[in-house]
């Protein structure tokens, strides 16, 4: 398997945790999302994805191999190619909640401080930086707050943001605390988050996923 990723990319370091918790080899394929303009911009990347978006992953499974994009879309991909271990529990209603764990923070979270949403905020509506960080820390900080209060009152919620065992929402949880610290987020109302990334960041597919262990990484 061949991920393209940038290795600050949290959509592409869920993906990567998500590969390295089933224990599956891939080769990383650096997409640059600064130099050049974006090298995800050239008409060779968007023939792999016409969004201009990471992750794209390419399996080659014994069928035509094909580009296969959109971070949770790869991951479920993943937990019915490979289901064991699994990212998603067996009952019906507990996968739904870990998915709308999940998806809280792919669809609600991340999406207004993904980078081409900040590049607009700059270079079209011209807000300043402090301004932008501002944008950044208010849509993250509100939204991972919702989160808290979730996981804080879900009996549910073990070790992990579903029980014991990391899963799907764990694949997500990590890589949006990472740069919500990045960016100086206020997390110290967030026991239960803080808790769950702490108890993720000890295992290895979790750290080996990290944005500083990528052969990207700058």
Known sequence: MQLYSYFRSSASYRVRIALNLK??????????LLRSGGEQLTPEFRRLNADGLVPVLIDDNGEQPAALTQSLAI??????????????????????????LALSIACDIHPLNNLRVLRYLVRNLKV?????????????????AALERTLANDARTGRF?????????????VPQIANAQRLDCDL????????????????DAFADAAPAKQPDAE
């Open 23 to 32: 224990g599956l080899a891939f080769e990383t394929v650096p997409v640059h």
């Open 75 to 100: 991951i479920e991909y993943l937990e019915e190619m490979h289901p064991s271990p699994a990212l998603l529990p067996d009952n019906p209603g507990d996968r739904a909640h870990v998915r709308s």
């Open 128 to 144: 300043g930086e402090e301004d932008k960080n501002g944008w950044y820390r208010h849509w993250c900080e509100q939204g991972l």
């Open 161 to 173: 943001c579903f029980g014991n065992t990391p899963g799907l929402a764990d694949c997500c949880l």
């Open 188 to 203: 110290s109302n967030m026991p239960t988050i803080m808790r769950i990334n702490d108890a993720c960041q000890a295992l």
